[in-house]
C-alpha cells in the first residue's frame, strides 16, 4: 500500500507543526480533520493520526467510526498507558504511540505503513 494522504486530529499546536515538518520533508499530504466530524473522506491508503487529549468511551466509539472506513489509525498521547492502549486497539486502532516517538521514529513508522 502506498500512502496517499495522513489525517490528522491534533490539538497540540507544538506537535502538529513539528509532524507538519516530517510530513513535508516525505511530501505527504496532511488534511486535517476532527473525529466528531462525520463527512471526511478517508480510504484505506490514508492514515488517521489522532490525538487522544481525554479518555472517554465516546472517544473509543469514534475510532471504531474511523476504522469502519478502511483507514489505519494511530492514538497519539503523551504517556502510555496499558488500559488506553489496550482500549485503543480493542476499539480499532493500529497502534498507540507517544507523540515524541512519533516525531523521533517518523521515517520508520512511514515505512511500516507503506508495506502494509
Same mark, same amino acid.
Given at each position: 500500500?502506498?500512502?496517499?494522504? !495522513?489525517?490528522? /486530529? ?5 506537535? $502538529?507543526?513539528? #509532524?507538519? !515538518? ?10 486535517? =480533520?476532527?473525529?466528531? /466530524?462525520?463527512?471526511?473522506? *478517508?480510504?484505506?491508503? /490514508? #492514515?488517521? #493520526?489522532?490525538?487522544?487529549?481525554? @479518555? +472517554? ?8 467510526? @474511523?476504522? +469502519?472506513?478502511? &483507514? &489505519? *489509525?494511530?492514538?497519539? @498521547? ?5 488500559? !488506553?492502549?489496550?482500549? $485503543?486497539?480493542?476499539?480499532? $486502532? +493500529?497502534? @498507540? =504511540?507517544?507523540? /515524541?516517538? !512519533? ?14
Amino acid at each position: 500500500m502506498m500512502l496517499s494522504r !495522513v489525517f490528522l /486530529d491534533i490539538a497540540d499546536p507544538s506537535f $502538529a507543526s513539528a #509532524l507538519l !515538518v516530517k510530513l513535508s520533508e516525505h511530501g505527504i499530504k496532511p488534511v486535517f =480533520f476532527s473525529i466528531n /466530524d462525520t463527512n471526511f473522506e *478517508i480510504s484505506s491508503n /490514508d #492514515l488517521a #493520526l489522532i490525538e487522544m487529549e481525554s @479518555v +472517554d468511551k465516546n472517544f473509543f466509539s469514534k475510532i471504531i467510526k @474511523v476504522r +469502519d472506513r478502511g &483507514s &489505519s *489509525i494511530f492514538i497519539l @498521547v503523551d504517556r502510555l498507558h496499558k488500559r !488506553v492502549q489496550k482500549r $485503543a486497539t480493542e476499539s480499532g $486502532a +493500529d497502534l @498507540v =504511540f507517544t507523540k /515524541d516517538s !512519533v516525531i523521533k521514529n517518523f521515517k520508520e513508522i512511514i515505512s511500516f505503513i507503506s508495506e502494509k
